[in-house]
């Protein structure tokens, strides 16, 4: 391990010990007996992904509280891009994505936590030692940690879906009848694109195809050992020309490393512009790729994704809703996929 990796696991493990005690099972409350117009949604981890899967909850307290302003707590900047058009958030406070090369404004970010009272705290992810630690500090009268309830274990089969634990969790807080309206469906992801957007995104998908068909957009790329080789990915893409090629383009969409498992076979899209990405995504049919952050963009912008998952837990992160489908690839031959794909496709 290297020595940042080293000092990282070190910072972890200190506020492991200390927030391991921080917060119990959060108590109901009466939703009308108190006046919440200030809130805090504390969630501070930088990567695009976990704040995406932030949308569902940050809807779920505009529906709960329509007159309120939210506060966001983060790592990094990639909050101010993603949740740019939620009108009803006020601040994002962001603590820096290198603590240690930060580390003055780092304590600073924590001490501002302080400088503001709100009428409610939740604290997003109950796994994470700073996101219960921001909770426990800030000011508040009514504080939720997301602690987990093992009574909505044997009611929602989908209960530690990340997106959707907080929601639960905040439901149980303040619906009495938890469990009795139990098919009340989840807030999608959503990064909220605007029409400016969307209509960007449809220049840009249009000069890249230069015809009328319709696209499924690939992403072949993801982190570690989610990432498919560069075999499995030909053998995959050769299939769906074979299949769609003739109705439907096929487009790669690249990361920011700039690298294709592909070999750049498909036209291939590269932006930094994370929303951007999305607009391109959202005016295509369907989205794959493998379980990564730009799976989830691609499931907030709207369009139907397939995300493939090989090492992460399945029930943690897939895509939901809108046609979404995960498809647990070990031992699941191409075949599969195609099967996915023609469910999707086929209205």
Not at 86 to 91: A, L, M, S, T, V
Not at 137 to 156: A, G, M, Q, T, V
Not at 172 to 194: E, T, Y
Not at 257 to 281: D, T
Request: glycine share 6%; charged share 20%; with cysteine.
């Amino acid at each position: 391990m290297s020595f940042k990796g080293s000092v990282n696991q070190a910072r972890r493990c200190a506020l492991g010990c200390i927030t391991k005690h921080i917060g119990g099972l959060d108590n109901p409350i009466d939703v009308n007996n108190i006046n919440v117009h200030k809130i805090l949604i504390s969630r501070p981890n930088n990567r695009l992904g976990n704040q995406i899967l932030m949308t569902p909850i940050i809807q779920e307290v505009s529906n709960l509280f329509p007159n309120c302003t939210i506060d966001l707590f983060v790592r990094g900047g990639l909050a101010l891009i993603i949740f740019k058009n939620y009108k009803n958030i006020d601040r994002i406070i962001c603590l820096p994505r290198k603590p240690f090369k930060n580390l003055m404004q780092y304590l600073v970010v924590w001490i501002k936590l302080r400088n503001k009272k709100y009428d409610l705290i939740i604290n997003v992810d109950n796994g994470s030692s700073s996101g219960k630690l921001s909770t426990k500090l800030s000011r508040s009268p009514i504080k939720i940690f997301n602690n987990p309830d093992e009574r909505l274990l044997h009611i929602y089969n989908d209960y530690v879906h990340i997106a959707k634990n907080p929601v639960y969790n905040l439901r149980r807080c303040f619906d009495k009848n938890i469990g009795v309206n139990k098919d009340r469906p989840i807030p999608l992801l959503d990064l909220k694109l605007d029409s400016n957007e969307k209509n960007r995104g449809k220049e840009l998908l249009q000069e890249l195809v230069n015809n009328n068909k319709k696209t499924i957009c690939i992403y072949t790329f993801a982190t570690g050992g989610k990432c498919y080789s560069q075999l499995w990915w030909t053998k995959l893409y050769d299939r769906l020309k074979g299949e769609y090629g003739e109705n439907y383009n096929i487009i790669e969409i690249l990361p920011i490393e700039n690298i294709s498992q592909i070999n750049f076979a498909a036209p291939s899209f590269y932006s930094r512009n994370i929303r951007e990405m999305a607009a391109l995504i959202a005016n295509s049919t369907l989205f794959i790729g493998a379980d990564s952050g730009i799976m989830h963009l691609a499931c907030s912008s709207g369009t139907p994704t397939i995300g493939l998952f090989s090492v992460t837990n399945v029930k943690c992160y897939e895509p939901y809703g809108n046609k979404n489908m995960a498809i647990h690839t070990n031992g699941q031959e191409v075949e599969t996929i195609i099967d996915a794909i023609n469910k999707v496709l086929i209205k």
